[in-house]
């Protein structure tokens, strides 16, 4: 870490002003996303986060904002980029192993829609907030994208369909869901996934209609509708450089993050049914999901929600216990 810090630290020099005597003088932070395309909704909604914050504090607070893979920073490093003050806000997506209690919101199977996920989110929050402080950051807000979802380019109708096929995943936690209904879950990078379709090294991925589900349609035949999980993503600040910024800098900052944000989480879903309707007229078999099959995909990972919370301890139980029972399950 020491190291990194060092690498990068001609990022930081400069990038928060000193504790302004004269409260005028300009203050200049550097922003880094996962996003590693302008074009995808958070960087366009960012973008638009940064704009309103530059004109309200007329030119006085400015954001530099960097896509994923400009900076010598792994997206998995930006929670401790942003606590170590080498970037003084981030968008910190792949969070999971750095504050480990964001996982119960990733659990296959425990989330299903997304009037679940804002549930789970309320009884959430105060816990992320608690752990992103120890971690150096201030918690502004959190989007998600759409549910992911199974294709395969073999018969995916049902639950049942899953046992033999070879199925990408992105996380421990989806190949745990995989495996326990007969499926091999593989870890495969996405520039890697259509040549691994095309050889038959994976029949399939978890995904949203937004995500790969646009990309890889073509190599795609089916699509299994039913919700596994959300994958949300958090705006978080440096907190000794927010607790710094002059009052109206830091009102204005909170306030642009807080009210632009779910335009990120509202986009993604006017694509992701956009993209579906398109599938679907390009001859794309979909199936939705029963409900009972959604019950039985929650009895089958319940057992390993448990287990996955007792790993990360006390904390981490208690407040999986609380959105299990408002959600009943």
Not at 24 to 37: E, F, G, K, L, M
Not at 153 to 167: A, H, M, R, W
Not at 199 to 208: E, F, M, S, Y
Not at 217 to 232: P, R
């Amino acid at each position: 870490m020491i190291t990194r810090r060092h690498a990068l630290a001609g990022l930081a020099a400069g990038a928060v002003s000193t504790p302004a005597l004269v409260q005028a003088q300009a203050t200049n932070w550097i922003a880094y996303s996962y996003v590693p395309a302008a074009t995808l909704a958070p960087a366009k909604v960012f973008q638009e986060i940064i704009e309103r914050v530059a004109k309200e504090t007329n030119g006085g607070f400015t954001i530099k904002y960097h896509l994923g893979g400009s900076l010598s920073i792994k997206v998995t490093d930006i929670t401790t980029a942003v606590g170590d003050n080498v970037i003084q806000l981030g968008d910190d997506g792949f969070q999971q192993g750095n504050v480990p209690i964001t996982g119960i919101l990733r659990l296959p199977m425990l989330i299903t829609n997304a009037r679940e996920f804002e549930k789970a989110l309320a009884i959430m929050k105060p816990y992320v907030e608690k752990a992103y402080d120890k971690k150096g950051a201030v918690l502004l807000s959190t989007y998600y994208f759409p549910v992911q979802i199974a294709w395969s380019s073999k018969k995916l109708t049902s639950l049942e369909d899953f046992k033999g096929q070879k199925i990408r995943a992105t996380s421990p936690e989806q190949i745990e869901f995989l495996k326990r209904f007969g499926a091999n879950g593989l870890t495969v990078g996405a520039p890697e996934v259509p040549s691994a379709l095309e050889r038959g090294v994976v029949d399939g991925v978890l995904t949203a209609n937004a995500g790969g589900g646009k990309v890889w349609k073509d190599l795609l035949k089916y699509c299994y509708e039913i919700g596994l999980n959300f994958f949300e993503a958090n705006i978080v600040a440096n907190k000794e450089a927010y607790a710094k910024l002059p009052a109206n800098y830091r009102d204005v900052l909170t306030k642009a993050v807080v009210e632009l944000s779910p335009k990120m989480t509202k986009m993604m879903e006017g694509e992701e049914s956009e993209e579906k309707a398109k599938r679907k007229a390009e001859g794309m078999v979909q199936t939705t999901a029963t409900p009972e099959e959604y019950k039985r995909g929650a009895e089958r990972m319940a057992s390993y929600w448990d287990e996955w919370a007792k790993n990360k301890g006390a904390e981490t139980q208690e407040a999986l216990k609380k959105v299990r029972e408002a959600l009943g399950r």
